[in-house]
C-alpha cells in the first residue's frame, strides 16, 4: 500500500472539513478514492457513480496524467504519487 | 478555519477592471466561437488577482458549447497552490446570445465557483456578469472593481 496525496478542488473542501489536501493509502487509484470516499462520505456522490465509475463532472489525474489515458481507476499508484481531483467544467450558449 | 458567508449577504466578486479587459478581449478574439478560461485568486470573499488561459475543447460545436480543457485547470490549480492562492471561477463567452447562464451552464457547475460570463459580437464585446450556483440555480453576483475602478 502506498501513501498518496490527493488534492480537493475548491468546490468539495465543504466536505473535507476545509482541507485542500488529503493522505489516503491504496495500491490503484481506485482504491485510494474508495478510501478518501470511505473516510469523507460527502466527497463520494462527486466522486465515484453508483457502479464505482469516475463522475462525469470530474476528471482524475494521477501526477501529470489523466487516469482516462492510463488504465483508470485500475491504474497502479506508487510511493509519494499525487492523485488531483479535477472539476470538468463544460456549458455553453443555450 | 473555514470562514462561511451568511446566506443572506450576497457575494461580490472583486474582479479589477485590468482582468474584465483582458476577459473582453480573450472572448472577443475567439469569436464567433466561444472561448474560456480559469480565475485565480482569493476564495472567500472572491478576489480575482490574475487569469488562467485554457482551450475550447468542444471542437465540434464551437459556436455553442464549451468544454474547458482539464489539462489547463490541473496547470491552473497546481500554480495557484504555489502562490497559497485558488482557481476561484471560471470565465466563459456566449456568441451573441446574453451574459446569463444557460440550461447546459447550470448542468455542469460548481457550487462555489463564480462563473463569469461574457457577451460577444460581430461589433464587439457586450455584457458581462458573474454568477454563483445558488442551491438549484444560479443567482446573479455582483462584480467590484479595485478603488480606481466602477463596478461593471
Known amino acids: ?94 | 478555519m473555514r470562514r462561511t458567508r451568511p446566506r443572506d449577504v450576497p457575494a461580490a466578486l472583486v474582479l479589477p477592471r485590468e482582468l474584465r479587459l483582458q476577459i473582453r478581449e480573450r472572448a472577443q478574439a475567439a469569436y464567433p466561437h466561444e472561448a474560456c478560461g480559469l480565475i485565480l485568486g482569493r476564495p472567500d470573499p472572491p478576489v480575482a488577482l490574475r487569469l488562467g488561459v485554457a482551450r475550447n475543447l468542444a471542437v465540434d460545436r464551437l459556436a455553442d458549447r464549451y468544454v474547458l480543457d482539464p489539462d489547463a485547470f490541473l496547470a491552473a490549480d497546481r500554480t495557484a497552490r504555489a502562490e497559497d492562492i485558488e482557481v476561484i471561477g471560471i470565465w466563459h463567452s456566449h456568441p451573441d446570445h446574453p451574459a446569463r447562464p444557460s440550461a447546459t451552464d447550470l448542468e455542469g457547475a460548481w457550487e462555489g465557483y463564480s462563473y463569469v460570463i461574457v457577451t460577444t459580437t460581430a461589433g464587439g464585446p457586450g455584457d458581462l456578469a458573474s454568477w454563483r450556483l445558488d442551491g438549484a440555480g444560479f443567482a446573479r453576483e455582483p462584480i467590484l472593481g479595485d478603488r480606481e475602478d466602477r463596478p461593471s
Open chain 1, 1 to 94: 500500500m502506498s501513501q498518496i496525496t490527493v488534492r480537493i478542488p475548491t468546490p468539495l473542501r465543504s466536505h473535507t472539513g476545509g482541507a485542500g489536501e488529503i493522505a489516503a493509502v491504496g495500491a490503484t487509484v481506485g482504491e485510494v478514492l474508495e478510501a478518501v470516499a470511505a473516510r469523507h462520505e460527502g466527497l463520494r456522490r462527486y466522486l465515484l457513480d453508483p457502479s464505482g465509475e469516475v463522475r462525469r463532472f470530474v476528471n482524475v489525474y494521477l501526477g501529470e496524467r489523466n487516469i482516462q489515458a492510463l488504465d483508470g481507476l485500475a491504474t497502479p499508484v506508487g510511493d509519494a504519487a499525487v492523485i488531483h481531483i479535477v472539476p470538468a467544467v463544460a456549458g455553453g450558449v443555450s
